[in-house]
């Protein structure tokens, strides 16, 4: 069950179907997240009885999804790397040479190409040490903390003080990469690709919003599953 009142990340986290409902229907559930479900619906222009049914008729078609809220956070982490960072990473060093394909072929007649290969750029930048950052300092450290109450020791000594200070960074990080895959959004018109667009344009634009569907899931599952259940284990040490 769901309403109006539900923050939008309340419902990604306890519905394991509800991501892909809520990326076809372009309501933010990562960085958006904490906005309430009737506002973020109104927003979209999507009346909360169509999401409700959407929602009922994408659980009876899926297979049942892992529960992110109950598995072990070094379980959690695993599936981040495995799936993700791993995603991201071969996608960024295919989207590079895809991008300068296209721009050379059809950034004269498409100025905007020129727009979508420095926003890349950037967003590639920022991705790569940002996941540097979660796979060499923060994500060994939530494993430790988790070790720690399994074995019931104190807390893992840390040079930042508390977890929530990377964290709050990893947030930040997020929102801005959150906010350039909007801007590529908007700058491809959705992604839609031009009449005379080769074969390369076309699977550019596709990759980009698999790619664009794969971070909002990654990003959702770190800043309402990952984070706040690392702070509450930290907490309780």
């Known amino acids: 069950m769901i309403d109006a009142t539900m923050k939008v990340r309340e419902v990604a986290s306890s519905l394991p179907q509800a991501a892909s409902v809520l990326e076809k229907l372009k309501i933010d559930y990562c960085c958006g997240g904490e906005r309430a479900l009737g506002e973020a619906c109104a927003a979209a222009g999507v009346d909360m009885a169509t999401l409700e049914q959407m929602l009922a008729e994408t659980a009876a078609e899926q297979s049942p999804a892992p529960d992110f809220q109950t598995v072990s ?14 995603f991201t990473t071969n996608e960024m060093a295919r989207l590079e040479t895809l991008t300068a394909k296209v721009v050379t072929a059809h950034g004269e007649n498409h100025s905007e190409l020129l727009g979508v290969s420095n926003l890349l750029r950037q967003l590639f930048d920022d991705l790569t040490q940002h996941m540097f950052k979660e796979e060499q300092i923060l994500f060994p450290f939530v494993i430790q903390l988790e070790q720690a109450v399994l074995q019931k020791r104190s807390a893992p000594f840390t040079p930042f003080g508390t977890i929530n200070n990377p964290i709050r960074m990893m947030r930040m990080e997020h929102d801005t990469a959150g906010e350039i895959l909007r801007e590529l959004r908007q700058l491809t018109s959705d992604y839609r690709v031009p009449a005379d667009a080769c074969l390369s344009y076309q699977t550019l634009y596709q990759s980009l919003e698999a790619l664009e ?13 990952l984070f706040p259940r690392a702070t509450a284990l930290e907490a309780s040490l």
């Open 213 to 225: 569907r794969d971070l909002h899931q990654h990003i959702h599952l770190e800043n309402n599953i």
């Open 73 to 86: 956070l070094s379980d959690l982490i695993a599936h981040i790397l495995d799936k993700h960072h791993v």
